[in-house]
């Protein structure tokens, strides 16, 4: 797993740039790191709703219809990682859940009540 203070770091240098430099950085960063790759549309196939573009970098993929919409769910996803939140009870959630937070009295009332 990609180490946050790394990423952290990472996302605060990019977070400060326009969004063509965050694209050009991050798929640059794709590109030239060990693990990292990008996958462009394919101009044989017809563009459409799917998504055509994709990066992986830190251990992130994410994917867009277009090369900004692909950066932006990226730096969406690497900041979940990088700063997670951290619940009332001290449990951090690094990825929430969808689409309603979880009650954890209710799940523990349900195994009680299952055993």
């Known amino acids: 797993m990609t180490n946050p203070p790394d990423l952290r770091a990472f996302l605060e240098t990019v977070t400060t740039f326009t969004p063509v430099a965050q694209a050009h950085a991050i798929i640059h960063a794709a590109g030239s790191t060990d693990g990292g790759e990008i996958i462009f549309p394919n101009p044989d196939k017809p563009k459409g709703d799917e998504p055509s573009w994709r990066i992986t970098l830190h251990e992130i993929t994410a994917s867009g219809i277009t090369q900004i919409d692909m950066i932006q769910n990226w ?36 195994l009680r009540a299952s055993l």
Do not use: Q, Y
């Not at 979940?80 to 951090?92: F, Q, T, W, Y």
């Open 75 to 110: 730096i969406r996803r690497a900041n979940k990682l990088a700063r997670p939140e951290v619940e009332k009870d001290g449990d951090i959630t690094l990825f929430p859940p969808f689409p309603n937070p979880r009650n954890h009295g209710e799940e523990i009332a349900n």
